[in-house]
Every structure is written in structure tokens, then in C-alpha cells.
């Protein structure tokens, strides 16, 4: 009566087996969506990371005493809170024309740095309409380093150029100014 015992011992322990591989083989789908999701959650915070130092980059690049340009010109706060709140720093005594962070016009707002670049971006695409250029040829040209976030803040810049009919893509990673 032992070959019956062995036969029935084997059935157990290949159905044992086998109930316990279907269950292991759910388990490693599971973990492995988990893992896709991971990814992909990694990935998007990647990007914004990405994102966040690019325009990190950007702000970090522009000068504090930049000095103003007939298309970027902004008024100049008239009093100390005004001045307090748009980050210059300029003592009482100190006369007007040492102050490069601020030049009087007569409009009522302060442009952002933000759009002083884009300016500076859409001058260098200016320049020659013809001609098009990659983000990190407008990077060159506006005196940026070569890190991938400051490059990446340029293209981002002349993405929304696109966008708003400013410039225009003329190939993949190609931008011109707008068609007259």
C-alpha cells in the first residue's frame, strides 16, 4: 500500500505546487503594475524637477543691473514700500542715474524679468528672420552657459513664442521669427 501513499503524496505536492506558482505568478503581475506606475510617477516628477531648474537657471541668468532697453522699460517705484517690494535695493541718497534696476516710463506697471528674456529672445530671432535657430543657438547668443536647464528654459521660452504667434517653428527644435 506504499505505491498508492507515494502517487497520492506527489498529486498533493504537484497540486500544492502549482496553486502556490498561480499565486506567486498574480503577485509578480501586481508588483510589476506597481513598478509601471512607479515609473511613471518618477518620471513626471523627473520632468518637473527638469522644469524647476531650467527656470531656475533662467532667472539666475539674467543680471540684477540689467540695464533696460527701449522695449523693456519700467517704471520706477515712487515710493520706499514699491522699492522694498520689487527687490531693488537703492538708498535715499544714491542718485537716480546709479539706479540700472528701474528706468522711468509711463506705464503704470513693472514688466517681469521674465519678459525682458523673452524680449531678448525674440530680438536674437530678429536679427535675421531668415535664418533658423535652435534653442541653444539663442542661448549662445544671449551670452547663456550651455547646461541643459539653461537651455531648456530658451526652448521653453520659444515654445511659448510659438504659442502666442511670436515666432514660429520651422522644423523640429528649429525657430524663426514671425513671417511679415
Known sequence: MSAP??????ETATALLQSELGRLEEQREDVQKQLQRA??????????????????????AV??????????????PHDAANLQASGAVVSAQEPAEHNTSFEAAPATKSAPRSS???EQVIAVLARDPRV????????????????AG????VRSTLDRLVATSRARRTGKGLYQA???
Not at 39 to 60: C, D, F, P, T
Open 150 to 153: 539653461s537651455i531648456n528654459a
Open 63 to 76: 543680471p540684477a543691473t540689467e540695464p533696460a532697453t527701449p522695449q523693456t522699460t519700467v517704471e520706477q
Open 116 to 118: 525682458r528674456f523673452t
Open 132 to 147: 533658423a535657430l535652435r534653442a541653444r543657438d539663442v542661448a549662445e547668443a544671449l551670452g547663456r552657459d550651455e547646461s
Open 39 to 60: 515609473q511613471a510617477g518618477l518620471a513626471a516628477v523627473s520632468g518637473k524637477i527638469e522644469s524647476i531648474r531650467g527656470a531656475l537657471a533662467a532667472l539666475n
Open 178 to 180: 514671425p513671417a511679415v
Open 5 to 10: 501513499s507515494a502517487g497520492n503524496s506527489i
